[in-house]
C-alpha cells in the first residue's frame, strides 16, 4: 500500500506466518482507509484471501496492547497481527 | 538491559544466555532461595527431528509484557527480584531459548512465581518460533493471548 506522510499513518506490523503471507514485516496505511483494527484487516484480507482464513486464529494489538477488534484507529496508531505466540 | 524496580530484569538477546550471571543478580542476603527456569530447544517436535529454531519477537511488546508479568509476580507472590531473558535469533538444539530465575526469602513463593513466570509468557509475550527440519519448516502451534473481545463502547446498550 502507498506510504503516506507520518501525521496521517497507521503503522501496520505483521508477525510469524502472516509475515510470510503478507511478504512484509512492516507497512503503512492512510489512516482514513481504517477507522478501526477490523477494517484494517479487511484491507489486507481483500488484497490477500488467504489472510482471511487465519482470522480466528489471530489477536491485534493497538500500541502495544492487545485490543478487540472493533477498537477505533487514530492517527500514528501502531497496529500489529498476532499469531497465537510460541515463545519459551 | 532494562531494568525496573526490585532490581527486576527484563531483556531480549541475541546471544547465548549468561545463567550463572542472572542468578547473580537477583540473589541477596535477605533470600533464601533461588528458583530457575532454564527452557532449552528439545532434539524433536511431535517426533520430527528438529534442525534448529529460529525466534522472532514484536520486540518492545514483548518486552512491555515481561515487565507486567515480572509486576504481577510482586503482587501475588512474597518474593524479592526476578530475571527474565528470552533470547531470539537461530538457536541449535540444546541452546537455551528462555531463562528465569526468581529470589525470594522462602522456596514456595519461589517455586509458585516461576512456574506463574513461564507460563504466563507462553501464553502473553509476543514471541515466536520457527521449527527447521529436514524437509522444510513451520511456525510451531502456539497459544493465542487473552485478548478484549470488544471495546466497551461498542457493547450494544441493553
Known amino acids: ?88 | 538491559m532494562t531494568t525496573s524496580s526490585h532490581n527486576d530484569i527484563c531483556q531480549l538477546v541475541r546471544n547465548p544466555i549468561d545463567m550463572p550471571a542472572l542468578i547473580r543478580e537477583v540473589r541477596a542476603p535477605e533470600d533464601g532461595a533461588i528458583v530457575t527456569f532454564d527452557g532449552f530447544v528439545r532434539n524433536q517436535s511431535h517426533n520430527r527431528p528438529t534442525l534448529y529454531l529460529d525466534y522472532e519477537a514484536y520486540e518492545s511488546m514483548a518486552l512491555a509484557k515481561m515487565r507486567e508479568i515480572t509486576g504481577q509476580l510482586h503482587e501475588k507472590f512474597a518474593i524479592h527480584s526476578v530475571a527474565i531473558v528470552h533470547r531470539l535469533g537461530r538457536l541449535e538444539i540444546g541452546e537455551t531459548s528462555v531463562f528465569i530465575a526468581v529470589s525470594a526469602p522462602h522456596r514456595a513463593a519461589a517455586f509458585d512465581a516461576c512456574r506463574f513466570a513461564i507460563d504466563t509468557l507462553k501464553r502473553t509475550v509476543p514471541i515466536w518460533k520457527k521449527e527447521y527440519f529436514e524437509d522444510g519448516a513451520v511456525w510451531a502451534d502456539g497459544e493465542l493471548p487473552p485478548a478484549p473481545a470488544a471495546t466497551s463502547r461498542a457493547k450494544p446498550a441493553s
Open chain 1, 1 to 88: 500500500m502507498a506510504t503516506v506522510s507520518q501525521s496521517t499513518c497507521l503503522k501496520v506490523l505483521f508477525f510469524g506466518r502472516l509475515k510470510d503471507l503478507i511478504g512484509r514485516a512492516e507497512d503503512s496505511v492512510n489512516s482514513a482507509d481504517a477507522a478501526t483494527i477490523e477494517q484494517l484487516f479487511a484491507l489486507y484480507a481483500a488484497r490477500n484471501p488467504e489472510l482471511a482464513k487465519y482470522r480466528p486464529s489471530l489477536v491485534a494489538s493497538r500500541n502495544q496492547e492487545f485490543a478487540a477488534w472493533d477498537t477505533p484507529l487514530h492517527p500514528g496508531d501502531e497496529v500489529a497481527f498476532l499469531p497465537p505466540v510460541s515463545g519459551g
